[in-house]
């Protein structure tokens, strides 16, 4: 403020706020840690295996950025993909990571450009919920096509990203949540500087769907920034990582032969992907708000059972609550889970909790008490510490008929539990798909889909 009036206090910035060097925060860093892994603790290893660093400075700006790479403002484009487009979205649909839908999306463009094709070509992704990674790879793309275009020896030539919200992660359960996730990823599309998108409905109407990209235009004016992302050290950082690791995948591609001699390996390596997202939402690592945590255990949705056709990472979830609720249109009721919690408050409310969630995924009836006398339920679970559950058991298991499992996984006593009647266990650990199943199975829940 060099025209400050006389007395006047001045600001100065750089004497009141000098620089700090990276070596000065990891020092802090490592200090507030006192002794915890700095990588465990703090490094997020996304699903294509890239560390995501706690913060990143402007020294960890790659050589070459996609600011100057991203398309302006975007086109409500609620209709069908365009013609002749490649369509990235379908890896992603099927199972594939980010970098295997950027690496697999230009090698198909790499064969065509082989064959003569205008390098003006027209990309379709899908958008998911893992928001950065989601902006960062539409800037990759981008990246990564002029990089094979240069290759090729061809002029640059306009790259066009149309977005489509995935469906990878829907479900038919809880189908409101769903309208909450496409709203992150228009805002995904459009900060990653896609030229089109569309908002696919899924279980809410349509007219939302539109205007959930109405109002990021209307009243967020994301239209009116060009390149909100441009310049961001973590976003810069991210899109580098993708792409550098898409080129080598894509080169791995190549070596075979191209995207058509190599559908083989590219199915059997998108199926790997697909089984380690499903171990991930079986083992509720990765949560689907409203489908394997944190479910509206009142909800009934039999009647739309067949709105979402095709792979989608609710599907095995979707099927054990579908399985509970024709069983109770069968018998006439739903099978009930009793949550006998005693003792320890902190542990059985924790306990309780988690049993909640855990049987609620299943479209189960949930009742909590400290009594059994009297329940109807078709499985009782007992919460409580791990110190008392042996007098606990000891008590329950000679005085019902019904199956009784404990919530949690008290090594040193699970034999004598064992011993005293327990039939099961639920914890963090346990494999929601595979433990939901095995219950329906032991209880008599008929219900399963015919194949």
Request: proline residues 4%; negative net charge; contains cysteine.
């Amino acid at each position: 403020m060099p025209d400050a009036a006389p007395g006047t206090d001045t600001l100065r910035l750089k004497e009141e706020f000098p620089p700090v060097s990276t070596a000065d925060w990891e020092a802090t860093i490592i200090a507030d840690l006192k002794g915890a892994d700095y990588e465990k603790r703090l490094v997020w290893k996304t699903e294509e295996g890239i560390a995501v660093r706690p913060y990143y400075r402007s020294e960890n700006l790659p050589a070459q950025t996609a600011r100057a790479l991203n398309a302006g403002p975007w086109e409500i484009a609620q209709g069908p993909a365009p013609e002749r487009a490649i369509l990235a979205a379908a890896h992603h649909e099927a199972g594939a990571t980010a970098v295997q839908e950027l690496a697999y999306a230009i090698a198909e463009g790499s064969d065509r450009l082989a064959a003569g094709a205008d390098p003006a070509q027209t990309f379709v992704f899908a958008v998911g919920s893992n928001y950065f990674v989601e902006i960062a790879k539409l800037r990759a793309a981008r990246l990564l096509w002029k990089r094979v275009v240069s290759a090729f020896g061809l002029p640059e030539a306009p790259v066009r990203i149309h977005a489509v919200t995935a469906l990878e992660n829907k479900s038919i359960y809880d189908p409101y949540t769903n309208l909450l996730r496409v709203t992150t990823e228009a805002l995904s599309g459009v900060l990653g500087g896609a030229d089109s998108m569309k908002v696919q409905a899924t279980g809410f109407p349509e007219r939302l769907a539109k205007n959930v990209q109405l109002v990021i235009k209307e009243e967020a004016h994301l239209d009116k920034v060009a390149d909100a992302a441009g310049g961001s050290y973590y976003i810069e950082a991210l899109t580098d990582a993708l792409a550098q690791a898409a080129w080598k995948l894509f080169q791995q591609v190549e070596s075979e032969g191209g995207f058509a001699a190599a559908q083989g390996s590219i199915a059997a390596a998108i199926a790997v992907s697909r089984a380690a997202k499903e171990k991930a939402i079986a083992s509720r690592r990765r949560v689907l708000v409203g489908v394997n945590n944190y479910p509206d255990i009142h909800e009934k949705e039999l009647d739309n059972a067949g709105i979402l056709s095709g792979w989608h990472l609710a599907g095995p979830i979707e099927q054990i609550r579908l399985r509970t609720e024709r069983h109770a249109k069968q018998a006439g009721k739903t099978a009930k889970v009793l949550l006998l919690k005693r003792g320890d408050l902190k542990m059985k409310m924790a306990r309780g909790q988690f049993c909640q969630n855990f049987f609620g995924c299943a479209g189960f009836d949930i009742e909590e008490s400290e009594i059994y006398d009297g329940t109807d339920a078709a499985l009782i679970v007992l919460c409580s510490s791990d110190a008392e559950y042996v007098e606990f058991a000891r008590e329950v298991c000679s005085n019902v008929k019904v199956p009784v499992v404990v919530a949690g996984n008290p090594k040193e006593q699970i034999e004598e539990l064992k011993a005293l009647g327990v039939a099961g266990f639920v914890h963090v650990l346990s494999n929601m798909v595979d433990t939901l199943n095995e219950w329906q199975d032991k209880l008599g829940i008929g219900g399963k889909e015919e194949k």
